[in-house]
């Protein structure tokens, strides 16, 4: 969907009101700019804006870099504006020195403020709110604190600030609510997470993270151990990067600087000059108006006129998943029959097939709908679906299920797709029962880009946290299980792939990313 931006100003009485119209396949929509804040008719219309301008920054940058220019002209202003590598019109060195020259704000404010991107996992949905951290869906305001999501109405603006003042919660997110009153007030307001009602005209959302939320709802798994992990399986090697990539150092990834307010986000800095460095980030983000799972490359320079980390292109860059790895254990489900012995579905434009040399036959079950998985499945190559309770009966840690995938099945299936398709297998989904246990796995082998400052590979956007129903087995009447599985709070996450980036033929920078 590519979104065409136009900008009108009219007079409204006294009042110039700014209204930027986007004009979409099937749907007119328009945005206001009041009081500072972008208005949104609904939460949906936030999500059509946000994930069309996300999609977009992949497709034509300059394009959205203009839209944000004509908010921007409007006197509107971004928690992080968005612009071109050079900010050819200073927005973002103008917002650094109303950083800088804010007496309320920490000497740190500047560090804060290079990585807020971090809390909302992606810069366009960080570049919708407004300086105050704020956005306008229908009459309410929705405020976002360091110590979770406000929302109140409008006309009752004021009433919030009283409240964050008596509660002493900061309302700005670079000068930091101290730890211990942002986790006392969480617990004592809303343990479990979600959303909550404070007040009979306020609400409060937050995440339901390990990092803050105690009994009596704790998030079982999910967490994220400090010590650094360890490769294992024999990776794939006919990428250039993949073989480049073991020379990095391993980072075990830590919390951003503004915490994981939101979710969950691990960062690994490759810091390899005084003003230059390579950027790693995992992020799994609830912000409520939308969800977000990722990755991200980034190579940064700390520069402009105030010394904050900005992007920075340079000759290539590679980014690669060996895997992203789920695991449940599903306490309620509905079963149709029994599972059979090493049942194995493989899914390929749109046909599923029972084996390998189904596969290789064009053997199909015919036209069967894809499993339902939190991330885009019509951009991956291949899925494969295993139930076996006998023979991967052993399988129960990460390590074993890689260990398995890379042995038994990865270069099966890839030689398979290469003789097939004529392409090299890059993207693959792997579901696999075991015992009580789902272990749902993400792979990405290889992303590459010359002349470029980011790589990122979003696993999906969405307008609600990513609960859903997985129907294994759907291709065979005769056996089938419904799992419901929250992608917010699996039992235990771990991500093992690589970032990195060189100028000419350089040394690369960057690290092994390996953490769980």
Known sequence: MFLFFTLFIFSCSEDIIEDTQLNTKNTQLELEISDSRLIFTSKEHFQIVQQGLQKDLKQNEQSVVDF?????????????????EEDTNGYLDARVNGVLNNENLDPNAIELFSELEDAFG?????SLLNQNAEVAIGDQVFKYTDSGLFMIDIEDYNDL????????????????????????????HNPCGGIVQLSPNLSFFAAATEEIISDPCVVSGGS?????????????????????????????????????????????????????RVKNKYYDIDVFLAYAIGVKVKHQFKGGLFGDWRKEEITEMGMGLNSITWKYTPQIYNVVGQVPT???????????????QDWVNYNSLGPTPLP???????????????????????ISTERDLTELVYSQIFDQVRSTFSSLQSEQLKKAGIIIKSNNDVWIQYYDLAKACNNCDKIEEVLDWGIMTPLITYNFGNADPSFSFDYNFDFRNPEAVKVSGYGMARSGTNQWHGNRVIFE
Do not use: W
């Open 372 to 394: 339902n998985l939190p991330f885009n499945q019509n951009d991956l190559d291949v899925i494969i679906e295993i139930a076996d309770d006998v023979s991967f009966g052993n």
């Open 342 to 356: 090493n049942l194995t579905t493989i899914y390929v434009d749109g046909q599923a097939y029972r084996s390998v």
């Open 224 to 276: 994220f151990s400090s010590g650094s992990g360890s490769s294992s399986g024999t990776q794939p090697s006919a990428d250039d990067h993949a073989i480049a990539s073991m020379t990095l150092n391993e980072c075990a990834g830590s919390s951003p600087l503004l915490g994981n307010i939101f979710g969950t986000t691990k960062v690994c800095h490759d810091q390899y000059s005084d003003r230059r």
């Open 122 to 126: 992606d810069e366009t949905f960080s």
């Open 68 to 84: 944000f220019n004509s908010l921007y002209e409007s006197d509107f202003v971004s928690l992080y504006p968005l612009v071109d």
């Open 161 to 188: 600030n009283t409240y964050l003042n008596q509660q002493s919660i900061s309302d700005n997110l670079l000068a930091r609510t101290d730890v211990p009153i942002t986790n006392n007030f969480i617990n004592d």
